[in-house]
Nanobody, 121 residues
Framework: QVQLVESGGGLVQPGGSLRLSCVAS????????MGWYRQAPGKQRELVAS???????NYTDSVKGRFTISRDNAKNTVYLQMNSLKPEDTAVYYC???????????????WGKGTLVTVSS
């Protein structure tokens, strides 16, 4: 069984910063791309940022220059540093990753349960 557990969400004022973490645990052989999605009330879930195993990042336009995604492969962890936060960044943030549990395993797409980020004065 594989689990993704996010942490680091909370309430922050506009212009503030938060750092999200997501740890993958369980039977893990390899982890491919890791990503952060978010879902605001009444809206569809959207990709915020993703990162390849080699560390190549990808961002949605609305967060470029403000958010930074990184990962520690030794710790099976992905991070999202969020700076200059805006009220429109308010959402539940979900961790996502394709994980193989063994050499012969094709793998599965896993999701965390999410962490709430609220940007408000």
């Amino acid at each position: 069984q594989v689990q993704l557990v996010e942490s680091g969400g909370g309430l922050v004022q506009p212009g503030g910063s938060l750092r999200l973490s997501c740890v993958a645990s369980g039977r893990i052989f390899s982890i491919n791309d890791m990503g952060w999605y978010r879902q605001a009330p009444g809206k569809q879930r959207e990709l915020v940022a993703s990162i390849t195993r080699a560390g190549g990042p990808n961002y949605t336009d609305s967060v470029k220059g403000r958010f930074t995604i990184s990962r520690d492969n030794a710790k099976n962890t992905v991070y999202l540093q969020m700076n200059s936060l805006k009220p429109e960044d308010t959402a539940v943030y979900y961790c996502n990753s394709w994980i193989r549990s063994s050499l012969g395993d094709y793998g599965m797409n896993y999701w965390g349960k999410g962490t709430l980020v609220t940007v408000s004065s």
